[in-house]
């Protein structure tokens, strides 16, 4: 299994599961790279799966408003836990609409929160899935 860090483009920080909560509904956040499990995930099939849990990347309660939490839960196969990597470097929910994950309100500060936000693909929207070194 190939284990990846997914970095902002405009920050250099990566997704993390905030505080390495393994329950349903943990939050996501930007965060310095530390190679915690936490921070490491697998995309297969549209699905990006954490290193830590075996738990997946969701919109809470299948809800695709903008400003949504996005969070971690058990796979289900549904639309609200797949993803896909845009050409502009943004990853879109395939829960329809144009949206994309989204580092709310521009923040460069790390802990800031992930959510889902209309696509625009400023930098607070670009992100790259990189190989996670020694995973």
């Given at each position: 299994?190939?284990?990846?860090?997914?970095?902002?483009?405009?920050?250099?920080?990566?997704?993390?599961?905030?505080?390495?909560?393994?329950?349903?509904?943990?939050?996501?956040c930007m965060w310095e790279?530390?190679?915690?499990?936490?921070?490491?995930?697998?995309?297969?099939?549209?699905?990006?799966?954490?290193?830590?849990?075996?738990?997946?990347?969701?919109l809470k309660d299948c809800?695709?408003?903008?400003?949504?939490?996005?969070?971690?839960?058990?796979?289900?196969?549904?639309?609200?836990?797949?993803?896909?990597?845009?050409?502009?470097n943004t990853i879109c929910?395939?829960?329809?609409?144009?949206?994309?994950?989204?580092?709310?309100?521009?923040?460069?500060?790390?802990?800031?929160?992930?959510?889902?936000?209309?696509?625009?693909?400023?930098?607070?929207?670009?992100?790259?899935?990189?190989?996670?070194?020694?995973?």
């Open positions: 299994m190939v284990y990846y860090v997914i970095r902002n483009k405009q920050t250099g920080l990566v997704m993390d599961i905030k505080g390495c909560c393994g329950d349903d509904g943990a939050t996501i790279y530390s190679g915690g499990d936490n921070q490491l995930w697998s995309y297969e099939d549209g699905v990006l799966r954490s290193k830590l849990n075996g738990k997946v990347l969701d809800n695709a408003s903008p400003g949504n939490d996005v969070c971690m839960w058990s796979h289900n196969g549904g639309p609200n836990q797949r993803w896909v990597l845009c050409e502009d929910s395939e829960m329809g609409g144009d949206l994309a994950l989204d580092v709310m309100n521009n923040s460069t500060d790390a802990g800031a929160d992930v959510k889902i936000w209309n696509r625009h693909g400023q930098g607070n929207q670009q992100f790259v899935l990189e190989v996670a070194p020694g995973k």
